[in-house]
């Protein structure tokens, strides 16, 4: 039915008030009609006048999903469209058209989610603001539905991919802060009724959600270029605004965990999503330094520090990039504020202290991407610098008995020789790094893990700084007798004489090794090849590689790298003999 039609039955449908099922099906299928032939002028002039009010009320909601359809076609002019559209939620029965265009969202294209969200919300906003009583309910379940289709968006991963847009996030994110602005700005105007206070908890619901999807996921730079703002630079910076406006407490929030109004929202029923939603916000603000400017200044570094701990170590038990690079901002920004040698060692004791480094060292050790690997040094080390003395000591023992690993161990044992070193150069005295306490220390630390078993050529980070810092600390305690000497001496001296058979073993293996693959290069070709894979060799693991499985050439210069670093080991060893020696005379 098209235009010439629907004149047949305006007549009988403007004198009455009862319209029927076949009226509606009659005036959908003549909209309808209209819209797909191109008539929506001559539809958007019926909807205008007067006299059609009452008939559009009743029956125009159902025009509702071919208009936005039109809308949302490439190859039309969707003005007369958006005109009906704007006409029919300023008309049509509130509840009725929230239903169908929350409807709408929900049913999203997913190849055109961004497209159809950006036209829909104007038209949400628009029939929220006509609600009053229900209005905090109506926006709550509009975000609800926004939230979830923006967060299938894929997140950019770069300036590039964020100038470009390809999905539609970063337009999006800018589209719903419009959409919250006048709620946002009603909270503000009307702080204290009902209705305003349903909307401040409706609206840090939103904040808080936001907070973990997108913002957690993306990498935050203010500017894409250098004259464009990063519009997901600008969303953060609105969403802790927001926070600002409806006189939601960042400290509260972060520090004190209850949030005004949600006790039987969503947020609250899964305290893992919170406070990822909490971490987020801790990243922007002690990280990017985004609304700082309203947190009180009167909370401890030490304090800051331990209530972000806990957002740290969840962002630093993902295995998502993004989250990890803003894990280790947080904790090193965080480490930034607090004074050396200040953390007591009771902080040990909590759960989150006692977290974080370990992740630290499994990033360390296992992550694949290598400034995260760096980046974690980088934060264990200042994580060190800033436990006082007692704290260190009992870090240092707890690391080397739970993480068997040579390079972090090697870490601890350097950090022990310049503990000890800082103490004597500035005359600052810590008894946990002086007298019986650093011997005590020491008994634990310079061993052979494994005994005369043990892989020197994968511990070698380990028996190098060992080494070394027994070599310091008989050189210093000769100079200047502390009353550790002859404990020193006795524990260098059972390292180097388990340290020597261990030498003994290896180099004698891996110069049997070095001398037979030297004589398997003289076999002729053919009989190379059938002979080279039974070899011994084959057996022989560096470093977790089998050598067979490598070219002769490498397996020559592995094996002759093995022996150079033995003769290096055994010349330290031979000093602190000397070292030894020289001081009993």
């Avoid at 007369?80 to 409807?103: F, P, R």
């Amino acid at each position: 039915m098209a235009a010439n039609q629907l004149e047949d039955v305006v007549q009988r449908w403007r004198t009455t008030e009862d319209f029927k099922p076949e009226d509606h099906e009659l005036f959908l299928n003549a909209g309808h009609t209209c819209i797909a032939q191109g008539d929506s002028s001559q539809l958007l002039d019926f909807i205008k006048e007067e006299a059609n009010q009452h008939i559009v009320r009743s029956m125009g909601c159902g025009l509702l999903p071919a208009l936005v359809n039109e809308v949302l076609r490439k190859d039309c002019c969707p003005a007369n469209c958006q005109a009906i559209l704007s006409k029919l939620v300023q008309i049509c029965s509130v509840k009725e058209v929230l239903d169908i265009l929350l409807k709408q969202v929900e049913e999203t294209d997913p190849n055109a989610v961004a497209d159809s969200i950006i036209v829909l919300m104007p038209l949400i906003q628009s029939v929220l603001m006509r609600m009053n009583e229900s209005k905090a309910h109506g926006l709550a379940l509009a975000l609800d539905s926004l939230q979830k289709q923006i967060s299938k968006l894929p997140v950019p991963y770069s300036h590039k991919q964020e100038q470009e847009d390809v999905y539609g996030l970063c337009r999006c994110c800018t589209a719903v802060l419009t959409f919250v602005q006048p709620f946002v700005q009603e909270v503000k105007n009307q702080d204290t009724n009902s209705v305003a206070t349903e909307l401040r908890a409706t609206l840090l619901q939103f904040c808080m959600k936001s907070l973990r999807e997108p913002l957690l996921q993306v990498q935050l730079d203010r500017e894409v270029n250098m004259t464009q703002i990063s519009p997901l630079w600008s969303f953060a910076t609105e969403i802790m605004a927001i926070l600002a406006v409806i006189q939601e407490s960042l400290p509260k929030i972060l520090f004190y965990h209850p949030l005004r109004g949600q006790e039987d929202t969503f947020l609250e029923k899964d305290a893992c999503l919170l406070n990822e939603s909490r971490a987020c916000m801790a990243y922007l603000l002690f990280v990017q330094l985004i609304a700082i400017e309203v947190f009180p200044a009167v909370f401890s570094p030490v304090f800051v520090l331990q209530c972000n701990m806990e957002y740290i170590n969840l962002l630093l038990n993902r295995k998502d990039e993004s989250w990890i690079l803003k894990g280790l901002d947080l904790h090193v920004k965080s480490l930034e504020r607090v004074t050396n040698c200040s953390l007591p060692v009771e902080l040990l004791e909590l759960k989150s202290f006692h977290e974080v480094p370990k992740n630290l060292i499994t990033i360390m050790i296992d992550c694949p991407i290598q400034h995260l690997r760096e980046k974690s040094l980088v934060a264990f080390q200042l994580f060190i610098e800033k436990l006082n003395g007692e704290a260190k000591h009992t870090f240092f023992r707890r690391i080397m008995k739970t993480s068997p690993h040579a390079g972090v161990e090697s870490t601890i044992i350097k950090n022990i020789k310049n503990q000890v070193e800082r103490c004597r150069k500035s005359g600052y005295e810590d008894s946990w790094f002086e007298g019986t306490l650093l011997i005590t220390l020491l008994r634990d630390i310079i061993v052979l893990p494994q005994g005369h078993e043990t892989d020197l050529l994968n511990g070698m980070d380990r028996v190098m700084e060992s080494l070394n810092l027994l070599r310091y600390l008989l050189i210093q305690e000769r100079k200047k007798s502390t009353g550790i000497w002859t404990d020193l001496c006795h524990i260098a001296d059972s390292y180097s004489k388990l340290l020597r058979v261990c030498l003994s073993m290896s180099k004698s293996y891996y110069g049997t090794e070095l001398k037979r693959l030297r004589e398997d290069k003289k076999i002729k070709a053919k009989e190379f090849k059938e002979a080279s894979g039974k070899r011994l060799v084959q057996s022989l693991i560096v470093k977790r590689e089998k050598l067979g499985n490598m070219p002769c050439e490498a397996q020559d210069k592995v094996l002759q790298c093995a022996l150079v670093t033995y003769d290096l080991m055994e010349s330290l060893v031979v000093r602190i003999e000397e070292i030894i020696e020289d001081g009993q005379k």
